[in-house]
């Protein structure tokens, strides 16, 4: 047994070095001035913010981040909201009509979102919804979905059916049951659906691009890409504001740790 474990403890520590180097290399050129020579392996041996606000300035991240929180915050919502109510009736009832509704989102799941790229670029242009925060939440909101579904039903059908009987039979409606007696028993599921979405949301890179062109509704993805190739020459600028643009989510998921987990196992493996 011991055998064994040693090779995977071995495996673990060099796969967490991999996921750390990137990071630290990222710490350390953040911080060090324009004219060091020192090698980026090494910290500096002084705290240097200039690059921290020339990139703030220059990418226009105050924009972004305001848009990235706007667009994060409202996807995210909605996630929860559509993809709880959704999941109840869909767990609790197995309905051949539900059965074939639950199976049609999870079939969404293998489906690339930019396969279909092309179309909904043209159904954007004949909505009028390029450039538009509603149009990129939608986008979120739809590819989100499927997961998040998949996640929820799996967890609501952890939960026993006994509770919503007693609370039938104290009078309550099913808006009710749910709002008062499931969502509040989801939250460690929830901790991870913001997790997922929050992460893809903030980070996405692939749909912003395409469909937030004008720099007043640039995402950090797509500020730090633009800024980045303006200013390459200066890698210190780009490493602050890509480390900037990682803050918020790193801490997101320190606070939701926990949780993350637990509800991640418990919604996949029933579901």
Known sequence: MRTISKPLK?????????????????????????????????????????????????????????????ITFVSVLLVIILGAASSYPLARYKTKWNTFIYTLFI???????????????KLYVDLHALNTLWGIVLLHVTFNLPITIFLYSGFIGTIPRELDEAAMIDGSSHLGL???????????????????????VWNDYSFSVFFLQKTEVHTLTVALSAFFGQYNSNIGWVASGSLMGAVPMTILYLFLQKYFIHGLSSGAIKG
């Not at 911080?31 to 690059?51: E, T």
């Not at 079939?107 to 670029?121: D, H, N, Q, R």
Request: positive net charge; proline residues 8%.
């Open 178 to 200: 749910f709002f008062r007696i499931i969502l509040p028993l989801l939250k460690p599921v929830t901790a991870s659906v913001i997790i997922l979405t929050g992460v893809a």
């Open 10 to 70: 071995y495996i673990s520590i060099l796969i967490c070095l991999l996921h750390i180097l990137p990071f630290y290399v990222l710490i350390t050129t953040s911080f060090k001035a324009v004219d060091d020579p020192s090698s980026k392996w090494i910290l500096p041996g002084y705290l240097y913010l200039d690059n921290f606000y020339k990139a703030w300035e220059q990418a226009q991240l105050g924009s972004a981040f305001m848009n990235n929180i706007i």
């Open 107 to 121: 079939s969404a799941l293998i489906v690339p979102p930019l396969t279909i790229l092309v179309p909904l670029y």
